[in-house]
């Protein structure tokens, strides 16, 4: 693969978003819209990515620091434009230059890779990923001639009746040769109804000088959405908690309502794993076989859960593990702790893992059972094969095979009853 700069266009308004940031750091599942962007421009291999910022910079350049190189582009007049802004990072370099934006955060790597392949295997100056509408109301239209080479992409508003026919739209994603975009973006000038510098106008500079130019067809249209508003940004939530669902499923996991189980990226969960509805499961959870999870159960990141496991209804786990076999059935909490195999968790008990400063540790060792209504106030270690009796606060160290009381004896006072205590009052 040659030499791979990304240049990310994350400079404009998001007027229809309200907002008092960018809208490009607004967030999917935890991930701003234009880290995963970043994220995508990564794996590919990009030897440099460029950030094309302008309005609300500072809210981008604060998420993206130390990971990308930052132009500004001080006037909005269009993508061109906003691509010439980072012609300094691209004079003398050579390979392709891969443009991107920080509202469309859905393409597949897979799905560039292969633009980039196409561009290098079929020498291609310039290649386009494109897509097919029923209805491309709205979108730029791609020009072919009789071989089926792109010559021209016309803009809606610039378009003529005959061309607004065609189903075939510019999604806006280009891989370009990086010393022929540099002769051609000299060439644009802002000759259109917009009045702007349009990039697509180096499709038609390059075509006219017999460059060859080609265009990839995205297979899934979803891959192109990009964010203008909230709406957008809950439809592109729904695809892509349905494509992350997805593929668990294929995977050998059973969901019972993918409408309302939110898993987030990189969780890996092994085979026969049944996951309850309205459960999430955050970044980089691991989770085993044969497990159940939820209903109602949130899986914070830090968390590993092995083979045969339960993790019940309205149950907290924080940076917790869940050894082979242990059970936390229900309203628990287990944050910053480590549980032992065929350990069972009682009803209501929670980990005191927070001291108003710092977080501590709680381990409970194998075989152990946790009755109901347990306060483990961390630091703390409960042995092998231990019981702790129901409604006990554990603030020491239980050594294995013990019974661990730590309760009130009961107190009775008899003829105390809510009735008497508010005629006292009176």
């Not at 702790?337 to 501590?360: R, S």
């Not at 009755?371 to 231990?386: C, H, R």
């Not at 309760?407 to 009775?412: D, E, G, P, T």
Request: charged share 30%; with cysteine.
């Amino acid at each position: 693969m040659e030499n791979i700069i990304t240049v990310i266009m994350a400079a404009g308004k998001g007027t229809r978003m309200k907002t008092n940031k960018s809208k490009v750091v607004h967030k999917i599942y935890g991930k701003e819209l234009v880290t995963r962007v970043v994220d995508l421009a990564e794996r590919i291999g990009s030897d440099e990515i460029v950030a094309v910022v302008g309005h609300q910079k500072e809210s981008v350049e604060e998420v993206l620091k130390g990971r990308v190189k930052f132009v500004e582009q001080k006037e909005l007049l269009g993508t061109g434009h906003a691509l010439m802004q980072a012609v300094p990072y691209l004079e003398g370099k050579k390979g392709k230059v891969v443009i991107l934006y920080g509202d469309v955060p859905l393409i597949r790597e897979d799905t560039l890779r292969k633009l980039i392949n196409k561009s290098e295997t079929e020498s291609e100056y310039a290649t386009l990923l494109t897509a097919i509408y029923d209805n491309p109301t709205g979108y730029g239209r791609i020009i072919r001639d009789i071989d089926g080479r792109v010559t021209e992409i016309v803009e809606e508003k610039d378009a003529t009746d005959e061309q607004r026919k065609i189903r075939e739209i510019n999604s806006g994603i280009y891989c370009f040769d990086i010393p022929e975009l540099l002769l051609a973006i000299k060439e644009i000038t802002p000759n259109n109804a917009q009045g702007e510098y349009y990039l697509t106008d180096v499709i038609k500079i390059m075509s006219e000088k017999g460059l060859k130019t080609g265009a990839l067809i995205v297979e899934d249209n979803t891959e192109i959405l990009g964010v203008n508003d909230r709406i957008q940004l809950e439809l592109l939530t729904r695809v892509l908690r349905m494509r992350i669902n997805t593929e668990h499923m294929k995977n050998g996991v059973t969901i019972e309502d993918s409408n309302c189980t939110y898993i987030y990226d990189d969780v890996k969960i092994g085979r026969d794993t049944v996951i309850h509805p309205n459960t999430t499961i955050k970044d980089g959870v691991v989770i085993g076989e044969n497990c159940e999870i939820g209903p109602n159960a949130y899986i914070r990141e830090g968390c590993i859960i092995e083979n045969n496991a339960k993790v019940g209804s309205f149950v907290e786990l924080k940076k917790t593990k869940v050894g082979e076999g242990s059970k936390v059935p229900h309203l628990s909490y287990m944050g910053d702790c480590e549980i032992g195999k065929n350990v069972n968790i009682g009803c209501g008990t929670i980990t005191c893992n927070y001291d108003g400063a710092e977080k501590h540790k709680t381990k409970i060792g194998d075989d152990s059972f946790i009755g109901s209504n347990v306060n483990l106030v961390a630091p703390v270690n409960v042995g092998k094969n231990v019981v702790v009796a129901a409604g006990s606060t554990i603030t020491d160290d239980v050594p294995d095979n013990a019974l661990s009381i730590a309760r009130q004896r009961q107190l009775n006072k008899e003829g105390w009853s809510i009735k008497n205590k508010k005629t006292k009052k009176k």
